[in-house]
């Protein structure tokens, strides 16, 4: 191995140790649920993306094995190749009655349908006009474009700002194509987009609207389908993102809108025409939580009340959790030291939630990111909010905020 290049990689980690910047992965030692054991100790779970409760529910795990016997344990081949079977038609359909749109078109993962859908729809000659708190996928789906979408050459706009997107707006005349690209619901934050206001001004100065709902899928709108049916836009935005990993329990993403949009995303979206495509026991899974989401209100009911019950006793015990709109609910901390000291102090008091920390968030902007699920029982917020009143004490996160 190159020396030089080992001792780099040693001096650099050492410097993320120092800056309280350095992560390592949890390990689960069981499934998904509102309680995970993490090193032999069962805790309270904050930390996923499994919002509905369907990672590990049986009808998936069933259909998975169906999907398994059916067609095998991988797909065998990038979907263009023979990779495609039927189950993924019967999923591309679904999914385009879930969406209200044309058609639909599943990737890998929802980072793969950015980097898939942005740079082979905008390139040389266009401009692509991004919110500043993007997330990271759509961050580097659009440095894969030859697009102008620089912030130093004034090509992102301050966050959820209506008048400083249509400053922007209409200095972008020129171009050939202008796309707006946000998040529906915001990762870090959870607050949600202004989409009606973006739908507004991007209809006025002829600009193209992309909206990933990676965090409103399964979360916002009719049957969790995001939030174009939040706002009642249908029609409206013209491409969608979507996950399949978080709400709806499983792996991969899907670029919604048009017939033209998918034919052209199958000729020249890159993750779909060079990775290999999802196994049967993914899709078979997916299909399923789609079916559930469609005809069962029970799991986005239960999300929902476990969200509001959970956002209104931190805020009651003092917790600034950032003016959050959806079940992501950070608690601020700001120094990165606190929020990994409040991450671990919380581990040893039974609750697993991760501090996020640059540069996943601003320096300065740390935080404690907890995720409430419909699998939580009043029980497992009760101690949870305990372990946060007595932590949150210790490390004076609360008495900055009271």
């Known amino acids: 191995m190159n020396a030089g290049f080992q001792q780099w990689l040693r ?4 410097q993320l140790k120092a800056q309280n910047l350095y992560k390592q992965p949890p390990i689960l030692e069981s499934p998904q649920g509102g309680r995970v054991r993490i ?14 409760g369907l990672a590990n529910d049986p009808r998936l795990k069933q259909a998975a094995i169906e999907a398994v016997q059916q067609f095998g344990a991988g797909a065998g081949a990038v979907r263009w190749l ?11 359909q679904k999914l385009a009655e879930f969406k209200k749109t044309e058609a639909v078109l599943v990737f890998q993962s929802g980072f793969n349908a950015n980097s898939g859908a942005i740079p082979s729809c905008f390139g040389e000659g266009d401009v692509i006009i991004s919110d500043e708190l993007n997330h990271a996928s759509i961050i580097d789906g659009v440095r894969l474009s030859s697009a102008k979408y620089k912030k130093s050459e004034g090509y992102v706009y301050e966050h959820k700002n209506m008048n400083h997107l249509e400053d922007i707006l209409k200095r972008c005349g020129h171009f050939k194509k202008r796309l707006i ?3 529906g619901v915001f990762s870090m934050d959870g607050d949600i987009a202004p989409l009606p206001e973006i739908v507004a001004l991007a209809e006025k100065y002829d600009a ?10 399964g979360v916002l709108g009719e049957h969790g389908s995001g939030t174009t049916s939040h706002f009642g836009l ?3 935005v013209d491409i969608q993102l979507g996950t399949l990993s978080k709400a709806i329990g499983v792996i991969g993403g899907y670029i919604a809108g048009s017939q033209l949009l998918k034919e052209w995303l199958i000729n020249r979206g890159r993750p779909y025409l060079f990775s290999t495509a999802l196994p049967p026991a993914a899709v078979g899974a997916i299909l399923k939580a789609i079916e559930i989401l469609q005809t069962d209100p029970e799991p986005m009911r239960r999300l929902w009340d476990n969200a509001r019950y959970w956002k209104e006793n931190l805020q009651k015990l003092g917790f600034d959790t950032m003016g959050s709109e959806t079940p992501i609910t950070p ?4 120094d990165e030291g606190i929020a990994q000291q409040m991450e671990r102090q919380l581990y040893e008091a039974g609750v697993f939630v991760v501090g996020i920390v640059y540069p996943t968030v601003p320096r300065g902007k740390a935080r404690v990111r907890t995720m409430p699920n419909a699998t939580h029982t009043r029980k497992d917020l009760d101690d949870a909010l305990e372990a946060f009143e007595k932590v949150g004490k210790a490390l004076g996160v609360i008495h900055r905020w009271v």
């Open 208 to 217: 193209v609207v992309m909206v990933d709902d990676a965090h409103a899928s």
């Open 234 to 236: 249908y029609g409206r």
């Open 82 to 92: 023979g990779g495609t079977n039927t189950l993924y038609e019967q999923l591309e």
């Open 11 to 14: 001096e650099s980690i050492d």
């Open 331 to 334: 608690v601020f901390c700001g």
């Open 181 to 183: 690209v946000t998040d």
């Open 39 to 52: 090193g032999g100790r069962e805790v309270i779970n904050l930390a996923s993306n499994n919002y509905l």
